[in-house]
């Protein structure tokens, strides 16, 4: 396991702190959250080093570099192969009025050109602030089966009465399954304020997400 340990100039500091984070991580067995960090921290070494003019600091620079490469990429591996294996899982915590997992922000590690359909139960997708009544709730829905049919993509609703699982599956493998459903984010104060359209301001519920792969879960 790498170690941190840099000069105390601020952009050495920045890069210290995060790969510090990224040891306390990799440490605890939370890998993908390490690979995380280690890129991050890898990337501000890297500005400190176009930013070193003395060769011996360069020197150790790129050797320090050099470990937390190594470290990382042993690390992807890992988790690659976690997810041959079927063992892969990943949870995030979301904390209560806590900003910044918009629905890209959550789905786009997950979405790539490799996805052509996806999955969505949910038994509560019409909440409040998603829409009231039953009747508005099938007029919304009409409404952006036309518009995605207008960008090629085509929507397919279904209702049940014993639903009860929350989950989104991609048919890349990925299953992410979210405690409240994709009913986490609080109702904004008015049209005028943060988080209105902008959901990575959004203040959301207190929830967990769990992240799995497909030959973790049963077979779509």
Not at 95 to 102: L, M, P, Q, V, Y
Not at 112 to 117: K, W
Request: hydrophobic share 30%; proline share 2%.
């Amino acid at each position: 396991m790498a170690k941190s340990g840099l000069g105390q100039d601020p952009q050495s500091t920045a890069a210290a702190t995060v790969l510090k984070r990224a040891v306390e991580l990799d440490s605890e067995s939370r890998y993908p959250q390490a690979l995380v960090c280690y890129q991050e921290g890898i990337d501000l070494l890297l500005q400190v080093l176009k930013g070193t003019k003395d060769n011996t600091k360069r020197c150790n620079l790129r050797e320090k570099i050099s470990k937390y490469m190594d470290r990382a990429e042993n690390i992807k591996k890992y988790l690659e192969q976690e997810k041959e294996d079927g063992k892969y899982h990943k949870q995030i915590k979301i904390e209560e009025n806590a900003t910044g997992f918009s629905y890209e922000s959550l789905f786009r590690e997950y979405l790539n050109e490799t996805v052509t359909e996806v999955w969505i139960e949910d038994p509560y997708i019409r909440h409040t602030h998603q829409g009231t009544e039953q009747v508005q709730q099938s007029r919304g829905l009409q409404e952006i089966e036309e518009s995605l049919r207008s960008h090629g993509v085509l929507l397919e609703v279904q209702y049940s009465s014993s639903i009860h699982d929350r989950e989104i599956r991609f048919n890349n493998g990925w299953m992410i399954k979210i405690g409240r459903g994709l009913d986490y984010f609080k109702k904004p104060q008015s049209r005028f304020s943060l988080g209105y359209c902008d959901f990575d301001l959004r203040p959301c519920h207190e929830t967990t997400v769990d992240i799995f792969h497909k030959k973790h879960t049963k077979n779509i």
